[in-house]
């Protein structure tokens, strides 16, 4: 991921309320009013939007947004407004979250949750590129039957906390398997 794109997500899922962007309760802000705040030339906006490897930002428009993954504190975004508008979506299958061995013994407590985030990531399979990220040491199943479940423009599956009984497995992940970027 480009510098570019960074600095573009982290003004969107993270300090756009601290700085004063001014933002939808869906997490939509004017490309103009980011391009300002990030001093940005129109050609590398795009090229960072273009260039996200995750594809975490969404153009519609003279608008732009983070898919998902906004921070609760600060924000202007809200739980319901991101709901309402990713696709309610209905697994029947089990979906997988990457965490570390560290953090085990408290998901087995008390689940997963969204902390400061505004829901917990998922995937749809066990090699889904969706969710990667570093120091994934455990691969956790979810049976997602009793969990509202939303699927944002890039893929990503959310939803706002997943009860210690819906994990049902824990799978040590081998080197090579869930550890990119």
């Known amino acids: 991921m480009s510098r570019d794109s960074r600095r573009i997500s982290r003004l969107l899922r993270h300090t756009a309320g601290e700085r004063g962007l001014t933002m939808s309760a869906d997490g939509w802000a004017a490309i103009a009013d980011v391009r300002a705040e990030l001093r940005m030339e129109p050609a590398d906006l795009a090229a960072a939007v273009e260039d996200n490897d995750k594809q975490r930002l969404q153009v519609d428009g003279d ?6 993954g906004h921070s ?22 089990l979906l997988w979250h990457g965490t570390n061995w560290a ?29 990667r990220r570093t120091a994934v040491e ?13 699927l944002a423009p890039n893929g990503v599956l ?19 398997s869930w550890s990119g970027g």
């Open 63 to 68: 608008r732009i947004r983070a898919c998902q």
């Open 138 to 150: 455990v691969l956790l199943a979810v049976d997602s039957g009793n969990l509202e479940v939303y």
């Open 158 to 176: 959310l939803t706002r906390e997943v009860p210690a009984d819906a994990i049902v497995r824990a799978d040590a992940v081998h080197w090579g």
């Open 103 to 131: 953090a085990l013994p408290a998901i087995r407590r008390e689940g997963l949750r969204a902390g400061r985030r505004t829901h917990v990531h998922l995937a749809p399979s066990e090699d889904s590129p969706v969710g």
């Open 72 to 93: 609760l504190d600060g924000m202007p975004v809200t739980r319901e407004a991101l709901e309402n508008s990713w696709e309610r979506v209905y697994p029947d299958h």
